[in-house]
């Protein structure tokens, strides 16, 4: 049968203490997700101490591929802390995911979407746009709607700001490329915020107003609906017909008694989205 392959972190790193065993399960993490068990460095010759031919352990000396064999992967491993401590964890890959489909990353790509990046300098900003440029292209089932939310969501906001509009994967990737070599572009806008005051928000007045305005915003982002209902629940007792339904309809949006709320409850929503 197969040996029992044996490795260790120690003899690259030492012993790290009350860490004991952390970087063994990153290290072995990382085996499995590569499919290759790895070589114990600075080991030449294994230990006199250890009769290596009695059993079926053999230490690592050298990687070896960790090739799929339909079983799921698993690795143990052991920690002996500083203390006495002593623990041992059993690792297993978790099941493949299932590729996502181009067409479905594509049905949730919403009308405009933003990718916003930030850096501590400008040259910075451009080869985070370059990373994430290639990390894209790489990926063609990747989804533009959750590249967004990571960016979006997941990152810090450093001194030098940008961000790239699209209506698709292809116009975003043309951003990035056009933010990464320096060109400003109508879907791109960088920004230095070293210098910044507060923030207003500027919102158009009455003439504005169209029949759906925000509806897609409401059916897609919970937090526009939600902001949007709550000024409804306290304006609609004071209106002759409910806000969503002058909006949907169109019916009287026109008149100023219905134009003005309209307009405060979609401005409203759209702050809170914002």
């Known amino acids: 049968g197969r040996p029992l392959y044996l490795g260790s972190l120690k003899s690259n790193i030492g012993h790290t203490v009350a860490a004991a065993g952390a970087g063994g399960v990153i290290k072995m993490i990382m085996a499995m997700r590569h499919g290759i068990l790895p070589k114990t460095l600075n080991v ?16 690592l000396t050298e990687a070896r591929p960790w090739p799929e064999t339909g079983a799921p992967r698993r690795a143990g491993v052991s920690a002996f802390g500083v203390s006495g401590t ?3 964890v059993l690792l297993e890959e978790p099941p493949a995911e299932e590729p996502e489909e181009v067409a479905d990353a594509a049905a949730t790509t919403l009308p405009v979407l933003p990718w916003v990046l930030s850096a501590r300098t400008a040259p910075a900003l451009r080869d985070q746009a370059r990373r994430l440029l290639s990390h ?15 960016l979006a969501t997941g990152r810090s906001a450093l001194e030098h700001r940008a961000v790239v509009v699209g209506s698709d994967r292809e116009e975003l990737l043309t951003g990035l490329q056009a933010l990464a070599d320096g060109r400003p572009t109508p879907t791109n806008v960088v920004q230095d ?39 409804a ?42």
Do not use: C
């Open 44 to 59: 030449d010759e294994p230990t006199p101490m250890v009769d290596w031919e009695a059993g079926a352990v053999e230490l």
């Open 86 to 88: 002593n623990a041992h």
């Open 136 to 150: 894209v292209e790489e990926r063609p089932a990747e989804d533009p709607l959750n590249v967004a939310y990571s």
């Open 193 to 231: 915020t070293k210098h910044t005051g507060k923030t207003a928000f500027l919102f158009t007045g009455q003439g504005a107003q169209h029949t759906g305005m925000g509806m897609d915003l409401y059916h897609t982002y919970p937090a526009y609906a939600h902001a949007f209902d709550t000024i």
């Open 233 to 274: 629940t306290h304006l609609d007792p004071h209106l002759d017909q409910p806000l969503h339904h002058t909006i949907t309809t169109g019916h009287h949006l026109h008149q100023t008694g219905n134009t003005q709320p309209a307009l405060f409850a979609t401005e409203v929503a759209l702050y809170r989205l914002l």
